[in-house]
């Protein structure tokens, strides 16, 4: 009882520290974790591992953990480790003097470790880099150093170190694709981002904010949002923002009902192109035929309070005395 309390109470002084979410956080539990997380990492100037599927909004996560650091002053760099040509990844991270190689700038070049000087650094897709760089990061982390190329003299670094990655680093650990020392000086707090699929009651609270960012006033229905639950979002946030940015531009950023505009383009695709969304996530309706008593009763109250709620599942659930993320995932379960 004693532990239970203590924990409550620092969940409590957790959530009253000052804290600024750079996203659209929602009110999914899923999430809420997440956010709890990252309260507590914030103020400290501990390495934070970032675990999660493409387009959940990783890069979000990191700079929302700097914004509301002691190093909210100083620069923020993420560096696309995948993105980087493995022939030139040393000179980009510890840069070089003059002359230091053939095609070096005149002025040589600051690399990103020094550009994050006094700030944060976030290695996206920290999976992809070389052998070589593994070892030159794992001293970095221990030294807090860098030698340019070309040069002899060490440069101190006064940073906080982020990673993320989509893939398994244990599982790349055992194929030998990644350091296993590299991979526990960065898990020092590890923070796991949920797929979209886990959290699709903040699809209404995404969708908002997006065009709230556009200043596009279109008008969503409990129905459209009914129709977007029904997806299992492969591309997670990405993949919404995509959908709702093609819905953007087929209604011209007029004020339409999004549903119709969907359907309206979800017709022509069907007639000349791809599908709108692939068929294949689509979530299959299930057969009341495979419901148990007790379920059968359960989805008639649901059917029954959406109607006398005029579709609103908000008022739904509250009429059921749910919370709401679980009337969303009974929606789901029973295909309505």
């Not at 480790?81 to 053939?102: R, V």
């Not at 000086?185 to 904010?209: C, G, M, Q, S, T």
């Not at 969503?220 to 997806?231: D, E, G, P, S, V």
Request: glycine share 6%; proline share 4%; hydrophobic share 40%.
């Amino acid at each position: 009882m004693e532990q239970s309390l203590s924990l409550k109470t620092l969940e409590r002084f957790v959530r009253q520290t000052e804290f600024h979410f750079l996203g659209e956080q929602g009110t999914s539990s899923a999430f809420q974790k997440t956010i709890l997380d990252l309260q507590r990492v914030a103020p400290t100037d501990a390495t934070v591992l970032i675990f999660g599927e493409t387009g959940t909004g990783k890069e979000v996560i990191a700079r929302s953990i700097h914004e509301s650091s002691p190093r909210k002053e100083g620069p923020f760099i993420a560096v696309n480790c995948g993105a980087i040509p493995k022939d030139i990844m040393e000179s980009e991270f510890f840069g070089y003097l003059e002359g230091a190689f053939t095609g070096a700038r005149r002025s040589g070049y600051q690399g990103k470790f020094e550009q994050a000087h006094n700030g944060t650094i976030l290695l996206d897709e920290v999976s992809e880099l070389t052998p070589a760089m593994q070892v030159a990061l794992l001293r970095v982390i221990q030294e807090r150093k860098v030698t340019p190329l070309g040069s002899t003299k060490e440069i101190p670094l006064d940073i906080r170190i982020m990673a993320a990655t989509h893939k398994d680093l244990r599982q790349l650990i055992c194929q030998g694709g990644f350091r296993e020392d590299l991979f526990y000086r960065l898990y020092v707090y590890p923070i796991n981002v949920p797929p979209l699929r886990d959290r699709k009651e903040d699809i209404p609270f995404l969708a908002h904010h997006f065009c709230k960012q556009k200043q596009w006033k279109a008008h969503t229905t409990q129905a459209f949002f009914l129709k977007l639950y029904n997806y299992n979002w492969p591309g997670n946030i990405r993949e919404l923002f995509n959908l709702l940015e093609r819905l953007y531009i087929y209604s011209q950023g007029k004020e339409l009902d999004l549903l119709e505009v969907f359907q309206a383009m979800e017709e022509e695709k069907r007639l000349n192109g791809p599908a709108v969304l692939p068929s294949s996530y689509w979530i299959e309706e299930k057969s009341i035929e495979n419901l148990n008593t007790r379920e059968t009763i359960i989805k008639d109250m649901m059917v029954e309070a959406i109607q006398k709620t005029k579709g609103n599942v908000t008022l739904a659930a509250k009429l059921l005395g749910v919370p709401r993320s679980t009337f969303y995932k009974r929606i789901q379960k029973f295909g309505l």
